[in-house]
């Protein structure tokens, strides 16, 4: 049966740029973040999954906005929703990307200007960003559904 996946995801930005992670297998890129779990708050599954995907130490700031994106994936319907949170980190920063704790993921740095040309995944996330680092409004919902 298809249900939907509740996404936290951590906006993470130092001098115009913003921390990803870039799948090996796939190639998607998306900020830092996953599946929140049954009992979870999305506040508390983006600073476990920092920890798990590279060890950083985060704390989660303000919301930023909300993403709705539904998509085919090896035949399988999924529709997400990624709440998005700014985010500051606390052990490490700018140039040094924190070192990858999962074999299948690279972290890095990325200009924001130039989100748009990364496919940044869910795609209106860069709009997101965008908005986020030019002091627009917060609480913002983005769909691919329409």
Request: charged share 20%.
């Amino acid at each position: 049966m298809p249900y939907i996946h509740i996404i936290g995801r951590a906006i993470i930005l130092i001098h115009h740029n913003v921390l990803l992670a870039r799948d090996r297998i796939e190639g998607h890129v998306y900020p830092p973040g996953g599946h929140v779990e049954y009992g979870e708050s999305a506040h508390d599954a983006i600073i476990r999954e920092a920890s798990e995907e590279f060890g950083g130490e985060i704390t989660v700031g303000p919301f930023l906005g909300a993403i709705e994106h539904a998509f085919d994936y090896q035949s399988e319907k999924i529709h997400e929703v990624s709440f998005v949170f700014a985010a500051t980190p606390l052990n490490f920063a700018y140039p040094k990307p924190p070192i990858s704790r999962e074999s299948r993921l690279d972290i890095f740095w990325y200009p924001v200007g130039a989100l748009k040309a990364i496919g940044l995944l869910p795609p209106p996330m860069a709009e997101l960003i965008d908005r986020h680092v030019n002091g627009s409004e917060t609480g913002m919902w983005f769909s691919t559904l329409r």
